[in-house]
């Protein structure tokens, strides 16, 4: 089932923070977060465990709480170079072998 | 991260004929790789989920004999659009499965490939 993301869009000012909000219905294993700009293919950001682990990219961090079911991406002292349409994909389990719902995605726009 | 490339990233042909879009990952091997379609502005939609040494596992509504998905060896997955029609023009993405410590699967995307059917 697809996850629900939360805003649909954002516009932000350089240097603003932002978050992004990813909830599903069912239990999830793992959350996975890409950004995409326009034309290309989505681009790997972050994966979330169960359990608390997480591997990052750079200045962009996340958080998954498991009881809610619930990511949530936090975009700090945003760069231009964060605007893009987030996705954030949701595995139920280790026996998905990788398998991916993705949610509508969010757009940010970074102004200067 | 994991480099997957994607060969051609456009083509243009005429309708009812059949093309052939490769998915390779460079350096690791994958025993699952996906494919997706993305129409504008919109999310990702599965089609399928192709496994080395055995057939692919298509979602629901996808047609297996128009999506022909061929998983040669552990780097390579291939899409082969069959008699394609101009509402098979969209964006296809491949991905490919990654197992990291603790069993977690990471999940890297081709650049993708631009299908126009005139």
């Known amino acids: 089932q697809q996850p629900v993301q939360s805003p649909q869009a954002v516009i932000l000012r350089e240097g603003e923070d932002a978050v992004i909000n990813c909830s599903s219905s069912?239990?999830?294993?793992?959350v996975h977060w890409y950004r995409q700009k326009h034309g290309e293919a989505p681009v790997f950001l972050m994966i979330?465990?169960?359990?608390?682990e997480q591997k990052g990219h750079e200045k962009i961090s996340a958080s998954f709480n498991e009881k809610k079911q619930q990511s949530s991406l936090y975009l700090t002292a945003s760069q231009l170079s964060y605007s893009g349409t987030y996705f954030c994909?949701?595995?139920?389990?280790?026996?998905?072998?990788?398998?991916?719902?993705f949610g509508a995605g969010t757009q940010v726009v970074v102004t200067p | 991260g994991a480099v997957v490339s994607q060969h051609p990233s456009r083509v243009i042909c005429k309708s009812g004929t059949s093309v052939k879009i490769e998915c390779r990952s460079l350096d690791f091997q994958a025993t699952t790789m996906f494919w997706y379609r993305q129409f504008p502005k919109q999310s990702l939609m599965l089609m399928a989920t192709?496994?080395?040494?055995?057939?692919?596992?298509?979602e629901q509504g996808v047609e297996k004999d128009k999506f022909l998905i061929n998983h040669a060896s552990l780097t390579l997955s291939t899409l082969t659009v069959t008699s394609a029609h101009p509402e098979d023009s969209s964006f296809y993405i491949c991905?490919?499965?990654?197992?990291?410590?603790?069993?977690?699967?990471?999940?890297?995307f081709g650049p993708g490939t631009r299908l126009t059917v005139l």
């Open positions: 994909g949701t595995e139920q389990g280790p026996d998905s072998w990788g398998k991916l719902q």
């Open positions: 991905s490919a499965v990654h197992t990291i410590a603790g069993g977690y699967n990471e999940q890297f």
């Open positions: 069912k239990a999830l294993y793992s």
């Open positions: 979330l465990l169960k359990g608390g």
């Open positions: 192709s496994n080395e040494g055995s057939k692919a596992t298509y």
